[in-house]
Structure formats: structure tokens, C-alpha cells
């Protein structure tokens, strides 16, 4: 199982919020690329970006962040925030980006995420299925849908779609535990998806418990920079693997 740690940028600026919520932000380093290259030295190799300020503004603001921490760094980066437009898109992995994750656009306008998966292959494309009480949410949150989570999940698996980052945002930046049982029943319901559990992390016990239940990996925030993670037990489970 891959251990994929995040870094959230608002002002250029390595942060966390709790639910996704802008004014519950925490600065956690002023330096993205800093805390890149700590990561490649404790032996992670991906890394999932996200352009909160895209998120809002519904186009890529901190297209140089991404730029500095591939060039500076050989992560496999997955990137996701604000990427609307086939340009926008294009841009990202022209920037070093090895995926793109497309939560938003995925919900509201499929024909353009379609046409993204058909242009780039579904090796770069992730599908972003953020939900809450099992409904898909979308524009970094702020906004609710009627999208069941596992018609969303059956259209896109249907569509080619295989690696998928869910997000149970009630458990998101809480440092109460993942959503194992969601996890479980998505596995049973598509078996072959490449699932990656996000939102709740908080020991390495539960990284443990979400390798067992089969997930492709698991994205890591708070959990590293409030230190119920150190990097070095990532090392450990990583070799332990």
C-alpha cells in the first residue's frame, strides 16, 4: 500500500483545514518544497498536491508550487484543485504532474472529464469522490450534490476510471480514524479499483487497517505535521511492506 502524504497550498503556503472549512486553517511550514524533499528523504515516493486557492477560485493558482516541488524533487506527484479546463489540465502535467485528480469537474460536467480520461489514459487521470453522509460534495466542499457516491463510483469504474481517491469529509482533519466501513463496502462492491483512502489518518495502526482491507493507498496530512505520524514509521511500514 502506498503511504501518499499531502500538502495543501493557500498562498503558496503548506496548510490544513478541518472539514475543508478555509477558516479553520492552520499555516503548517511557509515552504512546500521544503516539506517535499523531507518526504523524499524519509523515502516516500508520491505525494498528493492540492491547490486549495484552485479549488476556490475554479482555476490552478499555485501552478509554480507544483513546478518547484517536481523540479526539486522526484516525487510521483497527483495534483488536484482547480483544474477545470483541458488547458488547465494540460498545464499540470506539463508542470511535472504524473495525475491529476478531478473531484468537481468529474460531477458537474462528465462530458469534460470523459474527454480528459480519453486524452491522457486512465494512468493519470484520479477520480475525486469527496462525500458526505454518502452524497458527492464538490468546489473544495463548499457545495453539496443529490450524486449518490456508488453510482458515481459505478458511472466512472464503467468509463475506464481506475484509481480513485475517496474522501469521507466528515472524518476529514478530525484525527478520529478513517472510514474503514465505507472503505470495506466500496472494495466488496468494485473489486479491481485502486482505492485510495483520504481524510482521518491518524496513526499507524490505521494505515495497517486499511492495508488489510486491500486499499491502494492511503493520503496522510494532519496526522504527519501534528506528529501522530512521524515520517520515520512511514520508513518503517514502507520496508515492513
Known amino acids: 500500500m502506498h503511504i501518499i502524504p499531502a500538502i495543501d497550498i493557500i498562498d503558496g503556503q503548506c496548510v490544513r483545514l478541518e472539514k475543508g472549512d ?3 486553517k492552520k499555516v503548517y511550514q511557509t515552504d512546500p518544497v521544503a516539506v517535499a524533499r523531507q518526504f523524499e528523504e524519509a523515502g516516500i515516493q508520491r505525494l498528493h498536491l492540492v491547490d486549495l486557492d484552485g479549488a476556490k477560485a475554479k482555476t490552478v493558482v499555485n501552478l ?3 513546478e518547484a516541488i517536481t523540479s526539486d524533487t522526484d516525487l510521483h506527484v497527483d495534483f488536484g484543485g482547480g483544474v477545470k479546463k483541458m488547458e488547465d489540465l494540460d498545464s499540470v502535467l506539463s508542470a511535472g504532474a504524473k495525475q491529476v485528480t478531478g473531484g468537481s469537474i468529474a460531477a ?9 480520461i480519453k486524452r491522457h489514459g486512465n494512468e493519470r487521470i484520479i477520480l475525486g469522490a469527496d462525500a458526505l453522509d454518502r452524497k458527492i460534495m464538490v468546489s473544495g466542499w463548499q457545495e453539496s450534490t443529490s450524486l449518490d457516491l456508488f453510482e458515481f463510483l459505478r458511472f466512472y469504474l464503467n468509463n475506464s476510471i481506475q484509481y480513485v481517491i475517496c474522501t469521507d469529509i466528515s472524518k476529514d482533519g478530525m484525527m478520529q480514524g478513517p472510514a474503514f466501513d465505507l ?8 473489486p479491481g479499483i485502486k482505492l485510495i483512502a483520504s481524510g482521518g489518518v491518524t496513526t499507524v495502526n490505521d494505515l495497517q ?9 492511503a493520503i496522510v496530512g494532519k496526522a504527519i505535521y501534528e506528529g501522530s505520524i512521524a515520517l520515520k514509521d512511514i520508513e518503517r ?5
Open 22 to 24: 478555509y477558516n479553520a
Open 64 to 66: 509554480k508550487v507544483l
Open 108 to 116: 458537474k460536467d462528465r462530458p469534460q472529464f470523459l474527454s480528459w
Open 183 to 190: 472503505y470495506t463496502e466500496i472494495l466488496k462492491e468494485f
Open 209 to 217: 487497517k486499511l492495508r488489510n482491507l486491500g486499499l491502494y493507498g
Open 237 to 241: 511500514f514502507h520496508h515492513a511492506n
